[in-house]
């Protein structure tokens, strides 16, 4: 077998977030800043991990793992997640504290954890090297993490041969996707502890979903939308906003219970007009879009989740004409300003050169991209990605 590569896209939650929290609907779609990951089999007993947007190498030898795990660790056609005793030797074996709650770090489990699961399902390790190249933001609520542990079980299945290895304009079953999509959630919790799901469902099954009290429903009719994200650079906890929001409903529970039921009609709202646009694109429907982002980020504001890197967004975004809300947990992070099909060109100009003189970072992409998908290793452009 050749090299194995594969991407998987990063999300943007578009409606619902904190909402979510408290049952209301969520509305999330695939981003088109995605994450590679390329594969190649080794003849020298060694695994070797680069990860070089987390400055992260590390390599194994395969007699090393298996000394310290008994192998196979499970039936890969039956996810199930890392037990506290094999996480601890993991984390022997990757050299990281017991106690060590860092993301970096814990993307060495993951992957250690999804390598023994998957690669040594016949008792024998295979000897591979491993780069993972990110071209969308770590650590900025943007499912960054998802994408990885996506990358890494679609390619760990397809090395194994749990899973068909596409060619041309092939694509995974929904069965084999939602194997990939069961073992990448097991490698969130190893990072996340508690994830939701909604990150790597939406980075296997790309499109848009909706997510509600632990159920998530895929979308069928998602038109591709143009967005610009542009990262505050401020970090934020998600615990401590999703606190935030908590003291203020429990302090007064009949004023912000309407806010949450009508940032979940705003969810609702947006899944038909998706459905519309798909069908057939109007002025009118774009312009909807336009009005739920702005109502959504003032009840944003008034769930106490904002921050003023944000509002500062917004408002620039306004003095050109667009619209913007905050995605994820606030706080920071990021926020998308939605581009309608006829904005002009020298608008989109102008807003990235202020943005850019205010020192803010920004990505112009789409929503609703492909899912995690297989590549030819002929493409020049995933060549020079890995060069």
């Not at 070797?48 to 000394?67: E, F, Q, R, V, Y």
């Not at 989109?348 to 990505?363: G, M, N, P, R, V």
Request: glycine share 8%.
């Amino acid at each position: 077998m050749g090299d194995i590569t594969v991407s998987a896209p990063g999300k943007v939650i578009l409606h619902g977030e904190h909402a979510v929290v408290y049952g209301k609907v969520a509305i999330a779609a695939s981003l088109n800043l995605r994450t590679y990951l390329r594969m190649r089999r080794g003849t020298d007993n060694l695994i070797s991990l680069d990860l070089p947007n987390i400055a992260i190498k590390k390599s194994w030898t395969t007699d090393g793992i298996k000394s310290q795990v008994s192998l196979p660790l499970c039936d890969p056609n039956k996810p199930v997640g890392v037990s506290g005793e094999l996480l601890t030797k993991l984390k022997d074996i990757a050299g990281v504290d017991q106690h060590e709650s860092d993301t970096k770090q814990l993307a060495v489990i993951t992957f250690l954890y999804l390598y023994c699961a998957l690669a040594a399902h016949k008792g024998t390790l295979p000897a591979i090297g491993l780069k993972v190249v990110s071209v969308q933001p770590v650590s900025a609520g943007l499912g960054s993490s998802a994408s990885f542990s996506v990358c890494l079980a679609a390619s760990l299945l397809q090395l194994s041969g749990i899973i068909s290895s596409p060619a041309g304009d092939e694509v995974w079953s929904e069965a084999e996707r939602d194997l990939i999509n069961s073992w990448a959630f097991f490698g969130e919790k190893i990072l996340h502890g508690n994830p939701s799901g909604i990150d790597n469902s939406v980075s296997t099954y790309g499109g848009a979903i909706k997510f509600k009290s632990g159920k998530i429903t895929p979308l069928c009719r998602v038109p591709k939308l143009q967005i610009l994200l542009v990262n505050t650079g401020v970090p934020r906890s998600t615990k401590v906003l999703v606190a935030r929001c908590r003291e203020r409903y429990q302090k007064y529970p009949d004023i912000i219970e309407p806010v949450l039921k009508s940032i979940e009609a705003i969810s609702h709202r947006c899944e038909e007009v998706l459905a519309e646009l798909a069908d057939s694109p109007s002025t009118d429907l774009y312009e909807t879009l336009e009005d739920l982002i702005d109502i959504n980020q003032h009840h944003l504001g008034a769930l106490c989740v904002n921050h003023p890197a944000l509002e500062e967004i917004v408002r620039t975004a306004a003095k050109y004409g667009l619209h913007a809300k905050l995605t994820g947990a606030g706080g920071g992070g990021c926020a998308f300003i939605f581009i309608k099909p006829d904005t002009p060109l020298t608008t989109l100009a102008d807003i990235k050169s202020e943005f850019a003189s205010q020192k803010l970072s920004c990505w112009e992409t789409s929503v609703g991209s492909p899912g995690v998908t297989a590549h030819s290793g002929d493409d020049g452009h995933l060549k020079q990605l890995f060069s």
